[in-house]
């Protein structure tokens, strides 16, 4: 029998509690987010030096952050011992640009993507709590955008200026004139986070509409490596969160919170991110929500069984159409 899937505005009053997005959020709003990694697109436009693949092989990881910050570390080490190694410099610099280059490809800048905006912090604005795996600025936009309105609602990442602040449940409470917030965090890492040379996270923060290249200049001058992972196994990934205070406390604290009902939108539900479904499924939420483009009923019922698996048989879960009113970029 196969699943019965909604337009979002038939079910849409019965989840109002937590939001996940997957890649699909970002390819709606862009197809240039199709590729399905950085190292991917680097490889396919000649980026990629034969000393950069040499890194990627000896680290076992397709991770543009984790090399970049390995080798990174290196030639800070180098300066302040007055080490002379021409080689790793060369390296931390080709790296750097072949990840700056990537990201200036595929990443749109803020005008190509301000019209999408105003749905999408109107269909953010519906949930308590967002989590976005997305290394891209779709949703930080958005929030942004949406704070602009001043409509007694808030969107907030939890950094009090540039640091994370650990007691993000106290950001729950209005600010002044607010009447409700929504709470915005990065599992996997954004482009407007980082790490400076004392291993300090920190936000990136611009105007919206000079934010990206901002940020890409930063990574130019060596002030920052970027915190965010964007590629690799399961395991990789948990390996890397574990090296983030940030991204840590996310795993750890934030997505255990999720519970009673969970909105996925644009979640391919792969193998390599089965740890975040791992931890969303002990806060026991009793009812999920899949977006499913072009009906794929393969999807939903592979959905379907992982939902049982993981989160158990009393949670129910439902689907609904990608592309119906009302949800992500759909007005």
Not at 69 to 85: F, G, P
């Amino acid at each position: 029998m196969p699943f019965e899937i909604y337009p979002w505005s038939d079910i849409s009053d019965q989840f109002s509690d937590n939001l996940l997005l997957g890649n699909g959020a970002s390819i709606a709003v862009d197809e240039r987010f199709k590729y399905s990694s950085l190292k991917g697109h680097a490889i396919d436009n000649g980026l990629v030096t034969e000393d950069v693949q040499s890194l990627f092989d000896f680290f076992r990881t397709d991770d543009f952050e984790l090399v970049l910050r390995i080798v990174w570390q290196s030639t800070n080490v180098n300066a302040a011992l007055h080490i002379e190694d021409d080689k790793t410099e060369q390296a931390y610099r080709h790296v750097r640009d072949c990840l700056i280059d990537s990201v200036r490809d595929i990443h749109p800048e803020y005008g190509e993507v301000e019209d999408h905006l105003p749905s999408i912090a109107t269909f953010m604005k519906c949930f308590k709590t967002i989590a976005s795996l997305n290394y891209d600025l779709i949703a930080y936009w958005a929030m942004m955008y949406g704070n602009e309105l001043k409509n007694g609602h808030r969107f907030k990442d939890c950094f009090s200026g540039k640091s994370f602040d650990d007691d993000w449940k106290r950001f729950r409470e209005p600010y002044g004139d607010d009447t409700d917030s929504s709470l915005v965090f990065y599992p996997h890492g954004n482009l407007v986070l980082a790490r400076d040379k004392l291993e300090n996270e920190r936000k990136i923060a611009s105007a919206g509409t000079g934010l990206l290249e901002s940020i890409l200049g930063k990574w130019a001058r060596g002030s920052y490596v970027p915190l965010f992972v964007s590629e690799g196994t399961k395991g990789q990934k948990k390996k890397s969160i574990q090296t983030s205070f940030y991204l840590n406390t996310v795993y750890r604290e934030v997505l255990p919170s999720f519970s009673n009902s969970v909105v996925f939108y644009g979640w391919g539900a792969g193998e390599q991110d089965r740890h975040i479904l791992d931890q969303i499924a002990r806060s026991k939420p009793r009812k999920v929500a899949f977006s499913v483009r072009n009906s794929d009923q393969g999807y939903c019922n592979r959905v379907n069984e992982l939902v049982k698996q993981v989160c158990g048989k009393d949670c129910k879960a439902f689907f609904y159409d990608s592309a119906s009113a009302g949800c992500w970029n759909n007005a």
